[in-house]
């Protein structure tokens, strides 16, 4: 079972700053089954990206992914107000769908 | 409009069992692989089980044996039957779908509590 395992675990930064989350697995992701997701307080989570840099329907183009194997990275190129939240990893290979820990993203 | 909705969560006692169920609107039900996560107070995402198109069934090792996933393409539901129910156990259970080629889940619904406590 591939594990996941997020850095850091939080992430104190202004609105209009970059962020940047890592997502680190302890084996190859296979063909970059990877995707993000974006979970606020009393909410669903919702799906960022998908095939590690591919954005799902609806999100901004601030949000990026990028990555293969075991190193992904979750860029926000400027954080808005409303993406103070908390990000999780998920790879979906294999027929296990096992997610990170999670990075809360914080106003600092 | 895609639509999920749970049902079924409730408090139960250590040892006990509770059926979810998730009822899907808005697209072809039977096309879609269909997942249950769930998340503890206060805790991460975690991946609970998976039911296929065909009807085949995934868990992780920390839950087979006592969960068992299920699908009525019929009436457009999925269900998640709990046993041997622990404290562990205690948390918001989320029914989501699939995409249509399996990268992520892209519905979710808002999610039924389950408390397990004497």
């Known amino acids: 079972e591939i594990v996941l395992t997020q850095s850091p675990g939080t992430l104190s930064l202004s609105p209009g700053e970059r962020a940047t989350l890592s997502c680190r697995a302890s084996?190859?992701?296979?063909?970059?089954?990877l995707a993000w997701y974006q979970q606020k307080p009393g909410q669903a989570p919702r799906l960022l990206i998908y095939g590690a840099s591919s954005r799902a329907t609806g999100i901004p183009d601030r949000f990026s992914g990028s990555g293969s194997g075991t190193d992904f990275t979750l860029t926000i190129s400027r954080l808005e107000p409303e993406d103070f939240a908390v990000y999780y990893c998920?790879?979906?290979?294999?027929?296990?769908?096992?997610f990170g820990g999670g990075t809360k993203v914080v106003i600092k | 409009e895609v639509q999920l909705v749970e049902s079924g969560g409730g408090l139960v006692q250590p040892g006990g069992s509770l059926r979810l169920s998730c009822a899907a609107s808005?697209?072809?039900?039977?096309?879609?692989?269909m997942h249950w996560v769930r998340q503890g107070i206060g805790k991460g995402l975690e991946w609970v089980s998976t039911?296929?198109?065909?009807?085949?069934?995934y868990y992780p090792g920390s839950v087979k044996g006592r969960f068992t996933i299920s699908r009525e393409n019929a009436k457009n539901s999925f269900y998640l039957q709990v046993n041997s129910l622990r404290a562990g156990d205690t948390a918001v259970y989320y029914c989501?779908?699939?995409?249509?080629?399996?990268?992520?889940?892209?519905?979710w619904g808002q999610g039924t509590l389950v408390t397990v406590s004497s």
């Open positions: 039911i296929g198109t065909a009807g085949d069934p």
């Open positions: 989501a779908r699939s995409r249509r080629d399996g990268h992520g889940f892209d519905y």
């Open positions: 808005g697209f072809t039900f039977s096309s879609y692989d």
């Open positions: 998920q790879q979906y290979g294999s027929a296990f769908f096992n």
């Open positions: 084996e190859s992701v296979s063909d970059s089954y």
